[in-house]
């Protein structure tokens, strides 16, 4: 179990690095992999002179290259593209729906509380699960930190994946995120596939053991995904249907317009709406 005293340092070091814009970082992007590892070097130089402990950046970056698997996943997001009725089948709906139903009823207590902390029902939060990994089955393969460091090197977005690798640093940092953890092609964690940003605010610890662990804790990820929602405006007690008040909250989770319809139709099913 972590300490008090070093989650409230890991939270004040977040809060001295996402202090300072991360526009100031002058090392040069790139399209390709020449000159990664020099950037490398330039970034944890950055870093360390915004105060990021050094020990902590040669952990973090002991395992780090350039993530050829992540920028084809980057350059190549076709589900997004398919009509609804093809990506519910492509994405398995009927049968998240069917196997959320009975997780729904398995873990009654958990999501009883969820909702009664957070206002956010089950049928979301379970559609989401088994959407982003199939109830935590599959949270990606590629090395987390190679997979942010190489998109906040890459050209596309690289202010963007600079915050989340300095988020990621601040995972690392607490003990939360293992240098070596491995998930989804874009860095992103756990079994409802939070970028590091979002786990460093809007990560809770929903079984009370000192840590947020979104990957073995089902209680930490699920009651972050409910967090997450109500950050993004979710009201208790009100509609998630398109042209619904909390519609917007599952559109802050995905900008993918299928992909939140999807969410909507899959979660009103196992709710029972």
């Given at each position: 179990?972590?300490?008090?005293?070093?989650?409230?340092?890991?939270?004040?070091?977040?809060?001295?690095?996402?202090?300072?814009?991360?526009?100031?970082?002058?090392?040069?992007?790139?399209?390709?992999?020449?000159?990664?590892?020099?950037?490398?070097?330039?970034?944890?130089?950055?870093?360390?002179?915004?105060?990021?402990?050094?020990?902590?950046?040669?952990?973090?970056?002991?395992?780090?290259?350039?993530?050829?698997?992540?920028?084809?996943?980057?350059?190549?997001?076709?589900?997004?593209?398919?009509?609804?009725?093809?990506?519910?089948?492509?994405?398995?709906?009927?049968?998240?729906?069917?196997?959320?139903?009975?997780?729904?009823?398995?873990?009654?207590?958990?999501?009883?509380?969820?909702?009664?902390?957070?206002?956010?029902?089950?049928?979301?939060?379970?559609?989401?699960?088994?959407?982003?990994?199939?109830?935590?089955?599959?949270?990606?393969?590629?090395?987390?930190?190679?997979?942010?460091?190489?998109?906040?090197?890459?050209?596309?977005?690289?202010?963007?994946?600079?915050?989340?690798?300095?988020?990621?640093?601040?995972?690392?940092?607490?003990?939360?995120?293992?240098?070596?953890?491995?998930?989804?092609?874009?860095?992103?964690?756990?079994?409802?596939?939070?970028?590091?940003?979002?786990?460093?605010?809007?990560?809770?610890?929903?079984?009370?053991?000192?840590?947020?662990?979104?990957?073995?804790?089902?209680?930490?990820?699920?009651?972050s995904t409910a967090n997450f929602l109500r950050g993004h405006g979710w009201r208790a007690g009100a509609g998630y249907q398109p042209g619904q008040p909390n519609f917007a909250a599952i559109q802050g989770w995905n900008a993918a317009s299928v992909y939140q319809q999807a969410i909507a139709i899959i979660a009103a099913e196992i709710d029972?709406?």
């Amino acid at each position: 179990m972590q300490k008090k005293s070093g989650l409230l340092a890991g939270l004040a070091m977040a809060a001295a690095m996402f202090a300072l814009p991360v526009t100031s970082f002058a090392a040069q992007c790139g399209n390709t992999s020449a000159g990664f590892n020099e950037w490398v070097q330039s970034f944890k130089r950055e870093a360390a002179s915004r105060g990021v402990n050094p020990s902590v950046l040669d952990a973090a970056f002991s395992g780090v290259s350039y993530a050829n698997a992540t920028i084809r996943a980057d350059r190549g997001q076709k589900s997004f593209r398919l009509s609804l009725n093809e990506f519910m089948r492509k994405r398995g709906g009927e049968a998240i729906i069917s196997r959320g139903k009975k997780i729904k009823a398995q873990n009654a207590a958990l999501f009883a509380d969820i909702e009664q902390r957070f206002g956010v029902p089950a049928g979301p939060l379970i559609a989401i699960w088994g959407m982003e990994t199939g109830f935590g089955g599959f949270m990606g393969k590629e090395h987390t930190m190679s997979a942010v460091a190489t998109l906040a090197f890459d050209c596309r977005r690289s202010d963007y994946f600079t915050d989340q690798l300095y988020a990621a640093l601040t995972l690392v940092s607490r003990g939360d995120l293992s240098p070596s953890a491995r998930g989804a092609a874009h860095g992103e964690i756990g079994q409802t596939q939070f970028l590091p940003a979002n786990v460093v605010k809007y990560g809770v610890d929903g079984d009370g053991n000192g840590h947020v662990d979104m990957v073995r804790s089902k209680a930490d990820a699920l009651a972050s995904t409910a967090n997450f929602l109500r950050g993004h405006g979710w009201r208790a007690g009100a509609g998630y249907q398109p042209g619904q008040p909390n519609f917007a909250a599952i559109q802050g989770w995905n900008a993918a317009s299928v992909y939140q319809q999807a969410i909507a139709i899959i979660a009103a099913e196992i709710d029972g709406r």
